[in-house]
């Protein structure tokens, strides 16, 4: 399976309406800490900086509760411990107060975590750039403050009041079969000889298949059938969840219809393993639900 499933967090939704609380169980000292900022992570050479509420207080001189957010908890070998993230305005203290502490972004860092920490991180850095990205009220433009444990902001306008929840671009991403091949392409924009299958935003008022269909004809003129739910995948670059499908294309001619793609073209299992091998060829990484996708079916039966 792909990466970004752990299913052992439990976010505990009813504890972020009291602030006290979560402050009582941020302190807790087998409570953890993630400092965000920007949709980066504090990393110690290779690994997060985990914090507890000790060693965040000794460097952010006044924590702030509006910074705070509590991701939930995770039961670890019959204990549980409670998780936060804490969106840092400058990281520059702990860079200057830890050893060999840097700001790393994701996709640098999913090789290199485990998958409960590679999750956790995923919702730290998703909500963060929420926050970041909804300082100002959509409706009234006036300033808008985190409350619920981080998991909405309010309009600070009275008059206004609407309150703001965190947002997630639905995506779609299809394996487009026809007979035994496979579609790739690839945008003009991404490294060398890199090819994947065909992924698009949800548009308003659309189904998820309705936008699988519209993709397929846009990027690469085909009308496909048999659209089948894959699986899902969080996807922070920067807030999209990604549902993949399979379909098939009802004819092989393929013609691309907008400039998304500068490039696509029909594969046999025999030609993809040919041109890895011999890399002329470029496979999504392996963390991705598009590269899961094009596995899966690498696997089928022919
Ligand atoms: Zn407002």
């Known amino acids: 399976m792909f990466a970004l499933q752990f299913n052992q967090l439990d976010r505990q939704a ?9 402050r009582d169980l941020a302190q807790q000292t087998d409570s953890i800490i993630l400092p965000v900022h ?7 050479g290779d690994s997060l900086l985990w914090l507890n509420w000790r060693e965040l207080s000794g460097t952010v001189e006044d924590i702030q509760d509006k910074h705070l957010i509590y991701l939930g908890q995770v039961k670890e070998a019959d204990q549980i411990k409670h998780y936060f993230s804490y969106r840092l305005t400058k990281p520059d203290y702990f860079i200057q107060q830890f050893n060999f502490v840097s700001l790393k972004g994701l996709r640098e860092l999913l090789p290199l975590l485990s998958e409960s920490e590679a999750f956790l991180a995923n919702v730290a850095i998703g909500i963060e750039h929420w926050h970041n990205t909804h300082q100002y009220c959509g409706y009234c433009g006036h300033a808008t403050y985190s409350k619920l444990a981080g998991f909405v902001r309010q309009c600070s306008n009275q008059e206004c009041d609407k309150e703001h929840y ?5 995506a779609v991403i299809c394996a487009i079969t026809y007979q035994d091949k496979i579609l790739l392409g690839r945008q003009a924009q991404w490294p060398e000889k890199l090819y994947s299958v065909i992924a698009g935003f949800v548009e308003p008022g659309e189904s998820l298949e309705q936008a699988v269909a519209r993709e397929a004809n846009e990027e690469a003129g085909l009308t496909v059938t048999n659209i089948q739910y894959f699986g899902s995948q969080p996807w922070p670059f920067p807030q999209s969840l990604m549902t993949g499908f ?5 004819d092989p001619s393929i013609e691309l219809k907008d400039d998304e793609l500068e490039h696509a073209a029909w594969f046999t299992r025999s030609q993809i393993n040919e041109l890895v091998n011999s890399e002329q060829l470029i496979l999504p990484n392996k963390y991705s639900i598009s590269r899961t996708l094009i596995e899966h079916w690498r696997e089928l039966s022919i």
């Open 14 to 22: 009813e504890l972020r309406i009291n602030p006290a609380q979560l």
């Open 38 to 44: 920007r949709q980066q992570l504090l990393t110690q």
């Open 166 to 170: 965190p947002r997630t671009d639905a």
């Open 246 to 250: 399979t379909a098939e294309a009802t």
